[in-house]
């Protein structure tokens, strides 16, 4: 396994559902990463997590809660989510002291809520 | 707030037509600003840093610039393999932020 895996690629989840996407990096990063990525708009930060603590939210719903049990591994649990919430998200890694901190994505979970 | 701004949202070529993407952007001291490909239903894979202006970065057909208001991605004599979406980001403390990419075609 190389580079940054995400599990599942595909979900479809009612909104009752609780779910959760596993996000898992082979590069010996420091920092990693929740994007969203919706239909013609730009990728948007949901959160980051540096040496596994959390130091961004963004003003992300509660519906969406992320945990990093180490460095290496990152989820983000859901749940009650709206159909508006579909997307695909894309996790990330980086070494943070690095010049430029170059961010690393995964392929992505394309996530259906119905 | 940091502005990324991409140009053209979509483009088609001919293969062998030659032509440049933009991103225009705004930051208070940029730390690096960051080209991605992007394949559909895929993520985003890392193609360049810039850090100075004047800097320029190649990768076989792709070509890199920056100024201090903008960056251009060169495509030199494009493949219908270089067909994908093309993200430019900027560095904002430890996240990036993105524009909303150019859609690139390249026909045969």
């Known amino acids: 396994e190389t580079g940054v895996t995400q599990t599942p690629r595909h979900l479809v989840m009612g909104m009752t559902n609780k779910k959760s996407l596993k996000c898992e990096q082979h590069l010996g990063h420091n920092a990693m990463y929740w994007y969203k990525q919706s239909a013609k708009k730009p990728l948007e930060l949901m959160f980051v997590?540096?040496?596994?603590?959390?130091?961004e939210n963004n003003s992300v719903p509660s519906r969406f809660s992320p945990e990093c049990p180490n460095s290496s591994h990152l989820f983000l649990h859901l749940h009650t989510l709206q159909p508006e919430d579909s997307a695909l998200y894309l996790c990330?890694?980086?070494?943070?002291?690095?010049?430029?901190?170059?961010?690393?994505f995964g392929e992505g979970s394309w996530l259906t809520v119905v | 707030e940091d502005q990324v701004t991409q140009s053209p949202e979509a483009l088609r070529l001919q293969e062998g037509e030659s032509s440049s993407l933009n991103c225009s952007y705004t930051?208070?001291?940029?730390?690096?600003l960051f080209w991605y490909r992007q394949d559909p239903g895929k993520g985003p894979e890392f193609l360049f840093t810039?850090?100075?202006a004047g800097e320029e970065k190649e990768k076989e057909r792709l070509k890199a610039t920056l100024t201090k208001k903008e960056s251009f991605l060169h495509i030199t004599a494009p493949k219908p393999e270089d067909s994908a979406t093309y993200l430019c980001?900027?560095?904002?403390?430890?996240?990036?932020?993105f524009g909303a990419g150019t859609i690139l075609r390249v026909k045969s």
């Open positions: 990330a890694s980086s070494q943070v002291g690095d010049r430029g901190n170059t961010i690393y």
């Open positions: 980001a900027v560095r904002d403390g430890n996240k990036l932020v």
């Open positions: 930051v208070s001291g940029l730390r690096g």
């Open positions: 810039l850090y100075s």
């Open positions: 997590y540096n040496f596994k603590e959390q130091t």
